[in-house]
């Protein structure tokens, strides 16, 4: 039996649109970039943010619908992200959602954005064989610009929150340290380019390893990235910014890597997922992938970033397991959800 969701993304500045089937098959998948528009403030300007969703919903979704060659009366249910993210961002994918669903009588699906991330993991191409799904339990390392946590999944929708970051996110922490830097936002992979120049062992930046927790820390680390660059400042020398880049990329790495696989063994799991923005940094991906202790899932470039598709793969699990919402559904920023 085939089960197709239109699943909608408008958490923070991408608007999106998608189909999947079954959970896993990606049928089409649209996303409206506004990386430029923001570019020119250093940062997503929410107000700026919501009137662009305003403008690009409809066409979005009618073009996600046309490359997946369906029309809205063919899907069995309409997914939309409910939360955490910037309120007027969300009010429109989902008073869109609700529009939909209501005008095709078709149940509606609240889904959370970081429970996206994670589904993204069992996410693959429509018609191609289908690669292993993820296998309980698992793992969930959750990295982005406003969240860095470790998650343990039991099964589809069960989540036991280990740990998070104390204070700076570890996407944050990239776009913080790339505006000491001078590198242009997103901070993401402008410190990854610089950081392919650079010698990872120039500068002995901290590892906050908070023993006895699963948590992460990385404001010393931003702090003290600020007090280095400083210094050189101040001797009138030329600031190194390659190798900057690398001491701070290979310092996060190694944080998020050695607790999340320390974790991984304490809790008996059996394999391990890296999901968010954060997920789409090179020496991240090649660190998990290169250690044999446990399979890991890492989504494909296009679905670490902010997209439908996830939402609509952790849509149609909650669709499945009976998780209908009502119309007057409302934003909710709170993780994990019931």
Not at 71 to 93: E, F, I, K, N
Not at 323 to 333: F, G, K, P
């Amino acid at each position: 039996m085939t089960t197709l969701i239109l699943a909608i993304e408008t958490s923070c500045d991408e608007t999106a649109a998608a189909v999947i089937e079954n959970g896993r098959a990606l049928v089409s998948s649209v996303v409206a970039s506004q990386m430029e528009i923001h570019a020119r403030y250093g940062g997503v300007y929410p107000e700026v943010a919501s009137r662009q969703h305003v403008l690009s919903i409809v066409p979005v979704v009618e073009q996600a619908l046309a490359q997946a060659h369906f029309t809205l009366q063919d899907m069995d249910a309409v997914a939309a992200t409910r939360g955490p993210g910037l309120a007027g961002s969300l009010v429109v994918g989902l008073n869109a959602a609700k529009g939909l669903a209501l005008g095709a009588d078709l149940p509606l699906v609240g889904v959370n954005h970081l429970e996206g991330h994670i589904y993204s993991a069992w996410i693959h191409d429509a018609g191609q064989t289908p690669p292993p799904a993820p296998q309980f339990p698992l793992l969930a390392l959750l990295v982005s610009g406003g969240h860095t946590e470790l998650n343990l999944m039991t099964d589809h929708l069960t989540y036991t929150r280990l740990g998070a970051t104390l204070d700076d996110a570890a996407g944050e922490a990239f776009d913080k340290v790339a505006r000491l830097l001078g590198l242009p936002y997103p901070g993401g992979p402008s410190v990854q380019k610089a950081a392919e120049e650079g010698d990872p062992t120039r500068f002995k930046f901290p590892r906050a390893r908070l023993e006895g927790t699963w948590n992460f820390s990385f404001s010393g680390l931003k702090t003290a990235v600020l007090h280095e660059t400083q210094k050189i400042h101040s001797s009138g020398k030329t600031l190194p910014v390659a190798d900057f880049a690398a001491s701070f990329q290979a310092a996060v790495v190694d944080a998020l890597f050695t607790k999340t696989i320390a974790a991984a063994r304490e809790f008996g799991a059996r394999e391990i997922i890296v999901a968010g923005g954060v997920s789409a940094n090179r020496a991240l991906r090649e660190t998990f992938k290169a250690q044999t202790d446990f399979p890991v899932h890492i989504p494909r470039l296009s679905l670490c970033t902010d997209n439908a598709a996830m939402i609509g793969a952790a849509g149609y699990f909650r669709y499945a397991l009976g998780h209908i919402a009502e119309m007057d559904l409302d934003v909710q920023s709170t993780w994990p959800l019931s």
